[in-house]
């Protein structure tokens, strides 16, 4: 079975700093990879996604990661963060098979940020 | 716009009750999910449904049941609720069956169970 590996609880950064959130997924196949965003009080929302081709994929918000099938790791970066990123991000692994949507979540990085 | 919406954001009920979370989707998605949030254990999937009348168990559906009778329309019922349950339940949607649809949340159901 899959998993995701999110190995920071917590990280706090200043504002206009960069930022790098982790991720770690163990899959036998290519993967599909998300990461999601989830501010106080609300749901979840897409950042970005990757399914196959070029392995640094662009996601909204300024945010971007970048796939690295050797290191089994799909990392989220920003290069300079607003007091708005402060949230709570997800990564997830989807299983590659068609008709499969089921996702397999991390257990999130909160970002605290200081002005 | 895309929507996700749940019955209630807060809901307190006491141990042994019947207990109904609702969801509704206004985006013609095939797939619906039933999710709980708790610190440090990231989402865990209850059950989701690939279509009308049809459910799968998801990684821990013990105590949970759902009922998907419309397409837009996906309930979490919980039996007979226990302090366990406490906890944030959040549903999503998605469109048809690709790995590669992202799932749109709802708002979340911070449920307390006394």
């Known amino acids: 079975a899959q998993s995701v590996t999110q190995p920071d609880i917590h990280i706090t950064v200043s504002e206009g700093a960069s930022l790098e959130l982790r991720c770690n997924y163990s899959y036998g196949a290519t993967p599909y990879l998300f990461w999601y965003v989830q501010s106080p009080g609300q749901g979840l929302q897409l950042l970005l996604k990757y399914f196959s081709g070029d392995t640094l994929v662009q996601g909204i918000k300024g945010f971007e990661a970048e796939f690295k099938r050797s290191q089994s790791s799909f990392n989220l970066r920003k290069p300079s963060v607003h007091w708005s990123d402060a949230a709570e991000y997800f990564c997830?692994?989807?299983?590659?098979?068609?008709?499969?949507?089921?996702?397999?979540f991390g257990t999130g990085t909160r970002l605290t940020i200081i002005p | 716009d895309v929507k996700v919406t749940q019955s209630s954001r807060y809901l307190v009920k006491r141990t042994g009750e019947k207990v109904f979370l609702e969801c509704v989707q206004d985006m013609d998605h095939e797939n619906m999910f039933w999710y709980r949030q708790d610190p440090g254990l990231g989402l865990r999937l209850i059950y989701f449904s690939y279509d009308v009348k049809m459910k799968e168990k998801g990684d821990i559906p013990e105590g949970y049941s759902v009922s998907r009778e419309k397409k837009e329309r996906f309930s979490l019922i919980l039996e007979s609720a226990s302090t366990n349950q406490t906890s944030m339940y959040l549903c999503a949607s998605s469109l048809g069956q690709a790995s590669t649809n992202e799932q749109f949340f709802g708002p979340g159901t911070r449920l307390t169970v006394l």
């Open positions: 997830a692994v989807a299983e590659g098979n068609f008709g499969n949507e089921k996702l397999t």
